[in-house]
């Protein structure tokens, strides 16, 4: 028998267009029925703000630190906020930080899984904790030795980059600042830890990538609501092309793997047949993680330090200062090399970087509540309940002027006391343990974060040797707070710049 035709009315209700609004109508109504909770006793202040679902989440993006500190002023240093469908418990006291790290009913993988499954399509994850701890693993290879390696690769890779650039006549080449370190920083990135195509068309291979990555990052933050990825335009379509060139089959035409690279594959193939698409998944995330915040920091310090010639004046003077010691000299070409401990010797360098980091990184520390648990607090216990995300938020510390004197000012030298790194902080006249928090804390700090600040050293040092940068815009760049509560907030405009070959080397 054929089937019974539909009648004429629920024709429309059944086309794609019709169960797409169906879902839309759903998810609306779902998320009305979320934001209707009110406060039990026992549990810090909340507050939802008057839109369904968003709650505060516009007025938080619009001035993180003055609203934060209003509401502080207002309720304390615990309250819970609506924001984007989720309630979140921020804890602004950083003497609380440790107490909320150790709490055994927080958990941090729970809420990276979500994540992973909702920005990558990583599904196995959320079943499979023994995948999950041999991925972790893999980390101990960008410490160490193996950071060492890595460093080597950086070296080579900036050498390809800009080695052609030295051999030109040294005539102001304009470019737009975020552009050139997007470009820098994902090419250099990539070679590093993935190596370099096989094919002839590498150049053609590493746009290509680099373009759909970096559409593919500007949708993060819808990724990460509960917004289905099917109505977020052509992003799912884009997430599916950039997990193919990612495939098993498909980095096998890639040579020059990192160690750490080559570990994550072999675990991945125990647990997935070898032609499984969510392998390139798992490396769509380890690439993100490996760019995403390094490019801002790029910028942010570039930025900085051409508004500041003072400082870029500084660095110039230790960096000669280096290389003298180390009897190298400026020749033809692209000829220093910098050892990792030299790097570190580099303590205005360093200084400079952490300044960026403390300006323009609005991180949150966040922990899914996997049961009922009680929060102790200097002013009383507050009950969190099951389902719920608490959150440390260290950019309020980062602003605090009773910590860091004009806090709003960029300061390159705020971090080195008598030539020295400095490490003396105070709140309240104790001694802070933590002071700058932008790659986390605990066992969530983030694992890359050797790998990424000695790769924006390493980019520093060869545009502070080796070129003259100018500034062209005069106006005030500030940040976008389009990703206020994941990682470092990019600029809410390009620059421009002018760069050269310095004239004299000796």
């Not at 609306?28 to 989440?57: H, I, Q, V």
């Not at 020295?420 to 932008?438: A, C, E």
């Amino acid at each position: 028998m054929g089937r019974l035709p539909l009648e004429p009315w629920l024709q429309p209700l059944l086309s794609p267009a019709g169960l797409a609004l169906a879902a839309a109508l759903l998810l609306l109504l779902l998320l009305w029925l979320r934001g209707r909770r009110t406060r039990r006793p026992g549990e810090p202040p909340l507050l939802k703000g008057w839109l369904p679902y968003f709650g505060l989440a516009l007025k938080l993006q619009k001035d993180p630190i003055g609203f934060m500190r209003t509401l502080q002023n207002q309720h304390g240093d615990t309250f819970t906020l609506l924001l984007g469908g989720k309630y979140i418990t921020f804890i602004l006291d950083p003497y609380q930080y440790q107490l909320v790290m150790k709490n055994q009913k927080l958990s941090f993988r729970m809420f990276s899984k979500n994540i992973l499954k909702k920005v990558f399509s990583i599904q196995k994850l959320m079943t499979d904790d023994d995948l999950n701890d041999e991925l972790h693993d893999c980390y101990k290879l960008l410490q160490g030795k193996s950071l060492d390696l890595l460093m080597e690769n950086v070296t080579q890779n900036l050498h390809q980059v800009f080695e052609p650039k030295l051999f030109k006549t040294t005539n102001w080449e304009m470019a737009y600042l975020l552009t050139f370190c997007s470009s820098v920083i994902f090419e250099t990135t990539f070679a590093t830890i993935y190596g370099k195509s096989a094919a002839g068309d590498r150049k053609e291979f590493i746009t290509e990538l680099k373009n759909d990555f970096f559409k593919f990052d500007a949708k993060f933050i819808y990724l990460l609501s509960d917004i289905p990825i099917e109505l977020l335009g052509n992003v799912k379509s884009i997430q599916k092309k950039l997990i193919r060139h990612l495939t098993s089959e498909n980095l096998a035409n890639i040579q020059g793997w990192s160690e750490v690279v080559q570990m994550r594959q072999d675990i991945l193939e125990k647990y997935y047949t070898f032609k499984d698409f969510e392998i390139g998944a798992h490396h769509l995330g380890f690439l993100w993680a490996s760019v995403a915040n390094t490019i801002p920091t790029m910028f942010w310090t570039i930025y900085y330090l051409l508004r500041h010639p003072e400082a870029m004046a500084v660095l110039r003077d230790e960096i000669d200062h280096l290389l003298q010691s180390t009897g190298q000299k400026q020749g033809s070409g692209f000829s220093i090399h910098i050892t990792r401990e030299q790097l570190d010797s580099l303590v205005y360098l360093e200084s400079a970087i952490l300044e960026a980091l403390r300006l323009c990184s609005f991180s949150s520390i966040i922990r899914f509540v996997q049961e009922d648990l009680t929060l102790p607090s200097e002013t009383g216990d507050y009950l969190i309940r099951k389902g719920d995300l608490v959150a440390i938020f260290p950019p309020l510390m980062h602003h605090d002027p009773e910590i860091f004197e004009a806090p709003e000012e960029y300061q390159f030298d705020r971090f080195v006391e008598n030539g020295k790194k400095k490490t003396n902080f105070f709140k309240g006249g104790k001694r802070l343990k933590h002071y700058v928090l932008p790659f986390g804390m605990g066992a969530s700090k983030c694992p890359g974060r050797f790998l990424a600040i000695n790769e924006i050293k390493q980019l520093l040092v060869v545009l502070l040797t080796y070129f003259d940068l100018e500034i062209m815009d005069d106006k005030p760049v500030q940040l976008d707070y389009g990703r206020f509560l994941i990682g470092i907030q990019y600029p809410d405009s390009d620059v421009l710049f002018r760069y050269k070959v310095k004239s004299q080397r000796s």
